[in-house]
């Protein structure tokens, strides 16, 4: 397979991320013009003037300087070799190089692009390229020939990547010029066996493409899927462009109307906005054909709408849900809320009288640069602010937020394998869902995700002492699978000995969750079921039955000679509204007036004996907890109610349902003005999220 017949800019294909990027160059002009030579010293040589000219597009006065120079360095180091299509091997790092200055890659990265493979492939050495370029120039150029040596694709190399991203990937610059090297790369692959080409392909697919979706470069990520895809899936590859060429040759364009149509609207609502219409790929278009079946003309593409504020955004989707038919769930605000990797644009569709239904995005300029480019349009991301100087050093080299987490996974992964697999199960996942924190912050987390990632994506290792969450308001289980726009508020326990419980595991999707997690377990083997050996040891037990009597409460019974006794029930206490009724022996129970047992009885006809309490008011009454299970509650606990005085009569521990344990206690207590504060004592205990009386019985029961 040719590089032309896998080459998405081809004719019938999708067109580039939008008509305002430039369009692809002819690499074998290129060749040709670098076989001349580098040009005289006071001028650029014409072979990379093509560069030269999309640099200037992005950074009108940057210096060139570095780049002629970088250019003859280049050139005379790869002088006489050739690349396996027979083209010089210039043309490679020139092409390399014209894809990020397309991109809008500062003068720094561009001259570490034009330089990439001359330390590995010539005599040029890092203290040659350090001493002509400077530091950040050799650090660029060493940590993309560190990436070279490592294969992707092999199980038996865990270790060798992690070393490899040690030294690189704190720089994000090195990674955009190994994408774009890819890029390259996978555009000429045609000469390569089939064999060569699929292995190449699928290392490509598994690794890098989640890579250039992290980092946001849409524009590398999409042209890379649809190389890969006409390699891997050549037949449904052809009978996706034999849709795409189809379309095409159509009289009418649905898509074209409706972009009239909008903008029509938007002139006359007095926006400013510019209405193009954006193909989809490849891989887009087979996504969409495997979902909906039969496409129609406005299946083909997305409307674009650019404008130059971020209220105008907000403007237009007013406009166009006012006057044209919203697909109202198709709507989504990724302007409120970015997605993980820059992404900022406001996602909605409106519909057509014939059912045709066209998609509509919608950001400013600087929103589509972002979003096309990435990382790479932010230019130099470590360089200080202006009121910042750093004095040389190099300022936050963690950015983007996920390349600082994959520094701190593989920092913190117990062994190389541990990492390998989690990064590659991070990699796999490429929907993204944003929760809400109560303090207005928010988590992006991959779909899928439970609140057990949630407290570790927002505490790290902290999150061990994590005892539950709060989704939407109400009490959920560390396992709950979180949707996009939850509300997560995850409540944490104040013992710093906490520890994480096993089964966390099964429910971690995220690396930092479930890294941090393997940590732990891996430095305490001895942590085995922490939480049972805590509930064998430190459970009351029940009291046997008959063993304590009830106490016989200070009530004042209207019947003379009578005495009183609390009903175990509804375990009454002052000031409780009771009521009483006789049983044998002279005895009258004393129920609360709202207990099941009292309508029982007094339907069947059983006459009720007034009650009332007396002055002591020493009490017995059974409390319901409800908690999250941990080590040591159970000792917390009954050591919080001893402190308010109550003496355990009776408990009950039922066996945790999903890390939820409810318990039961009967307690006496010296007064029942200490009830309240006995009850605040013991939902105060971390893991304690609800304390209540024993329900009266229903009538049902």
Known sequence: MSAEATNPATPGSVAGPAARWRARIDLRRLGRAALLGPAARDRLPDAIGHVVDAHRAHHPSADLDPLRRAYVLAESSHRGQMRKSGEPY??????VTLILAELGAET??????????TVEDTDVTLDQVGEQFGEEVRYLVDGVTKLEKVDYGAAAEPET???????????????????????????TLGVMRPEKQARIAKVTRDVLIPLAERLGVQALKTELEDLVFAILHPEEYKHTRELIVDNASRADDPLAEIADEVRGHLREAGIPAEVLIRPRHFVSVHRVSRKRGELRGADFGRLLVLVNEDADCYGVLGELHTCMTPVVSEFKDFIAVPKFNLYQSLHTAVARADGQVAEVLIRTHQMHKVAEAGVIALGNPYAPAADDPADGERVDPTKPGW???LLDWQEAAPDPDTFWSTLREDLAQDREITVFRPDGGTLGLPEGATCVDAAYAQYGEDAHACIGARVNGRLATLSTVLKDGDTVQLLMGQDPASEPSREWLEHAHTPAARIAIQRWLA???EADAPQERDRRSTAPRPAPEGAVAPPTADVVVDQPGATARLAGCCTPVPPDEVTGFAVRGGVVTVHRVECAAVARMKSGGRAEVGVRWGDTSECRVTLLAESFGRPHLLADLTEAMASEGAEIVSATIEPPDRQRVKHSYTVTLPDAALLPGLMRAMRNVPGVYDVSRAQPQTSGA
């Not at 720094?108 to 493979?117: K, M, N, Q, V």
């Not at 990547?161 to 720089?171: N, W």
């Open 523 to 525: 430095t305490h083997p």
């Open 90 to 95: 210039i043309t490679h790092p020139l092409a």
């Open 108 to 117: 720094t990265t561009l001259t570490a692009s034009l330089l990439h493979d």
């Open 403 to 405: 390349l600082s987490r």
């Open 161 to 187: 990547f992690r070393k490899m991203l040690v030294a690189t990937g704190s720089d994000v610059r090195v990674m955009s010029i190994k994408l774009a090297d890819r890029l390259h790369n996978m555009r």
